[in-house]
């Protein structure tokens, strides 16, 4: 099984949505951090990639993440162990203690804007900005992590 683990502020929730409002706005909720091109961009992953999510995210504390995440637009199915364990720390940590739990996925990829993982999980590491959340490099790179090399046939025009 392929396994997509998504951070979630800096990967979906970024700086250019903010920039992107109206001056005066003032949105306190979630939602307005969300960018609707970034969970596009998700859904688009794990949809070919046939891949599950997980939530590595400080989000996954949460109470019902998953029917947030819903709210926020991303389709994608999750695993059934959909959050990572731990509390923090060292991301690359949490994930380790993940496949401990549910063994090692096929593949993977991990969407996230800090890069403090393990040697051996950085050449499954998507490092995006959180000035700009996921752009087309970053989809290109995880299609490229789970073998689906650029063609036309995965382009949406």
Not at 60 to 83: C, E, Q, W
Request: net charge negative.
């Amino acid at each position: 099984m392929n396994i997509v683990f998504l951070d979630i502020d800096g990967v979906v929730c970024n700086h250019r949505v903010c920039w992107a409002r109206p001056r005066g706005v003032q949105e306190l909720s979630s939602q307005a951090w969300i960018d609707p091109i970034s969970v596009a961009a998700v859904n688009r992953i794990c949809m070919d990639a046939d891949a599950k999510l997980v939530v590595s995210s400080t989000w996954k504390s949460y109470p019902n993440i998953d029917v947030i995440l819903r709210t926020m637009g991303i389709l994608a199915d999750f695993h059934p162990s959909m959050i990572t364990p731990g509390g923090g720390g060292f991301r690359g940590d949490s994930l380790v203690l993940w496949e401990d739990e549910n063994g090692k996925p096929k593949n993977y990829v991990i969407l996230d804007d800090c890069s403090d993982f393990h040697p051996f999980q950085k050449p499954h590491l998507v490092l995006t900005d959180p000035e700009d959340g996921i752009l087309t490099r970053h989809i290109k790179q995880a299609l490229e992590i789970f073998g689906l090399h650029q063609s036309s046939d995965l382009l949406i025009m």
